[in-house]
């Protein structure tokens, strides 16, 4: 799973040139020593004599006999030690030591569903992925049998409607006459009967025929087509109309089952009024005149009102952000969710991302960092838990989910549950990769430096409900961010006044 970091994903293309540097110096230790094999040869022929005439005379001349011995120990001995010199050995085992690191077919095809699952969320026709690009970002081209090989992927993970839209792509660029080792045939051979079976019918006639011009010898071609002709004329006069439109069987209902949070995701169903957006504002807070921030006062942003989702912007500075990631490059590991009813963890789909968690003392800056999270919000970070960092690769996501619930939680009696989140964005995103709250419609954007707060918990301890919240995949980009949770336990004099019974 390289692509759930970035990270590791950089690691493969250091790997890839040093592997190319390593196979130059082995061509060059190989041509070395092909040039001492030689000059051994040349030594070896230079002191052979034809075989003697006489060979048994030869043999029992007690000094050409010495002679001839001495020379063949001496020569060969010298040609084993040569020859055993070959730098092969040496590359084979650095080859080896990285070939781990060296995708396997599986990474490929998981790769590619990974571009298929993402264009699911975000309702991307191949044309758009390949020439529009998203947003500034433009993402470069597919050859035919790249795009091949992702529609095959995806036809063998029941995604047929992004499996026929790539074979499409690559049956387009291959008639437009660009270079690929699929073929027109090949490509029509599996597409026609795909389409078939998608329940388009004219479209599947068409291919076919086109599939027959290419080969009148395709037998297998010729028999699909009476086929779907016969059942073209029994639609007909089933309807007793002619109209192509209607030859359908019946048209596939392609779309997987629709998941609300992935339409926020798209920037749709954003639950954002004028009114509602007219009654919040930007301020400039200094944390109730908390000394450390009366000189630098905080820029602080109402993203949401029900229930109160704050920004704040540039919680935290470009060097401290590199820093933080310093640190928890080497510790990133693939994040896990705890299971509620065993409380074991493990890694899921539902959350593809790499995590670490920072302890306070780890450096300055980790201490700085979780001191101005408890000047901003007025809670006592001392009953936090450490600062977790986390990085999604292409596709990382987190599904919906409620912070507050934490299965056998060991702390849970001494700290309370997680009574809130600061969620810091350490990075803008290129495209998607937003945090999205389904239950109120809710979307926020991930801007580099700033933090979003928001209360898991409400006044009387429960969960509240409005706060579930997921991580929309990243399209394109790397995201980083930080959670800081802060326990219930000693917050109890902190924690703002309520204006309503339910907050
Ligand atoms: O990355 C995000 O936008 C949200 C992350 C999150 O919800 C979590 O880590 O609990
Ligand atoms: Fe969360």
Redesign the pocket.
Known sequence: EFYTSIDQMTQLIFTESDLIESFRNYIAAEEMYIERLKRCLDIVESSYDEIPEDVEKYISNPLTAYKFVRRLKHKWSVVESVASQSPAEEFNKVFSENAQYIPSDEDVDGIALGLVRLQETYRVHPQTVLRGGFGDMTLGTLSPDEAWHVGTVAQQNHKFLYAFLWMQEALRQVEEGREAMITQKEILTTLAPFTFNIGDLPRAIELTERLLTLDPSDMMAAHHLQFYKHIKESIQQDKGQTSTADMNIFIPSLAKDIKAYEALCRGEDVQMTPGRQRALFCRYSTGGRNPRLIYAPIKEEDEWDQPQITRYHNLVSDSEIETIKKLSIPKLTR?QVSDPVTGRNFSAEL?I?K?AWLAENEDPVVSRVNQRIADVTGLDTKMAEML?V?N?GIGGQ?EP?Y?SKLANDAEFHKLGGRIA?T?I?MTDVNVG????FPSIGAA?Q?IKGSAVFWYNLLQNGEEDGRTL????PVMAGN?W?S?K?IRARGQEFRRRCALSASE
């Open positions: 994040a959350r991302a995590s977790q986390a999604y987190y989910h912070d989140t969620l964005y990769g937003a945090t999205v926020l991930p919240h997921a991580a929309c995201k961010v959670n949770w």
